[in-house]
């Protein structure tokens, strides 16, 4: 078997149909491009704030060392869920050999403040050379459903904007965005993932709970899911529209009440 060399530890590391094995992370499966980037070792910090549902954890050789799941404000929780899995897998920030990070869809508040949270730890003196990985969240939990035992052509659909949705199948790790008509033509079992703010789920459509327990197993039967990358960052499948602001609509109202007279209120 051909030999590939680990720019992350110096050693080498063979090459098979499953995927790459490090030398140095206790034969754990990663990710090598044809372009030499390095592949996951272990232990590696996960952060994932694409739903409510909160992921933090630390994997290390196919398993969790620690997960944390809580639900709530990114802002608020990311912060302490980080320091609470290193203390549970008795790590320092020092002995991190990976940094794993789901890039969306989802929430995009949540999405960056994680990316925030993950390029912070990456100035720290020490982690500059340490590798990043990223997901995306619907193909990953499209196979974990799969090794859940759910058969068949399914899609997995998240909140985007009012009226439209992020879908992935059961196969595919391409993103699409559908209207609501649109998802509603898909055929086969449909999952959706909520956000805080939910649109209204086609009929039918079953309620899919964000619960990365079984990530390891996922990673091990598809080690495409993760892959090496430069930047953490927010994925959105649009890139963002913002309206210009214009005074006309203020003038207009200032010019029809110079005076700034609060108007008289309505009779009971």
């Known amino acids: 078997m ?13 090459r098979g149909a499953a995927g790459t094995v490090c030398l140095r992370s206790g034969g754990v499966r990663g990710v090598l491009d044809a372009d030499m ?6 232990p590696a910090l996960l952060l994932d704030a694409s739903t409510p549902n909160i992921h933090a954890g630390i994997l290390s050789e196919g398993t969790w060392l620690a997960l944390e799941r809580a639900r709530g404000d990114a802002l608020a929780l990311v912060p302490s869920m980080l320091a609470d899995v290193l203390k549970s897998a008795g790590l320092k920030v020092a002995q991190l050999r990976g940094l794993i990070h789901c890039e969306g869809p989802g929430s995009l508040l949540g999405l960056r403040v994680a ?15 340490v590798p990043l990985f990223v997901y995306r969240s619907l193909p990953t939990m499209a196979t974990i459903l799969r090794l859940r035992g759910t058969a068949g052509d399914f899609h997995i659909a998240t909140p985007f ?3 439209s949705w992020n879908v992935c199948g059961a196969t595919s790790d391409a ?14 079992p449909l999952y959706i993932i909520p956000q805080r703010h939910i649109d209204q789920a086609p009929p039918g459509a079953q ?13 091990a039967t598809n080690p495409d899911l993760l ?6 960052e927010a994925f ?9 602001w214009h005074g006309d609509r203020h003038r207009a109202a200032a010019q029809a009440n110079p005076h700034g007279v609060p108007p008289e209120p309505l009779s009971p």
Not at 207 to 217: H, I, K, S, V
Not at 236 to 244: A, F, I, M, T, W
Request: hydrophobic fraction near 35%.
């Open 227 to 232: 892959r090496a990358a430069d930047n953490a």
């Open 161 to 163: 904007r009012r009226g």
């Open 2 to 14: 051909e030999q590939y060399p680990c720019q992350h530890c110096a050693t080498e590391a063979p």
């Open 207 to 219: 309620t899919l709970e964000y619960d990365l327990e079984e990530l390891p197993r996922a990673i």
């Open 37 to 42: 980037t390095p592949h996951l070792h272990s």
């Open 175 to 188: 993103n699409a965005v559908l209207d609501d008509e649109e998802l509603r033509a898909l055929l086969g």
């Open 115 to 129: 990316a925030m949270s993950i390029e912070t730890w990456r100035a720290v003196p020490g982690m500059e050379s």
């Open 236 to 244: 959105s499948p649009r890139p963002s529209e913002y309206r210009l």
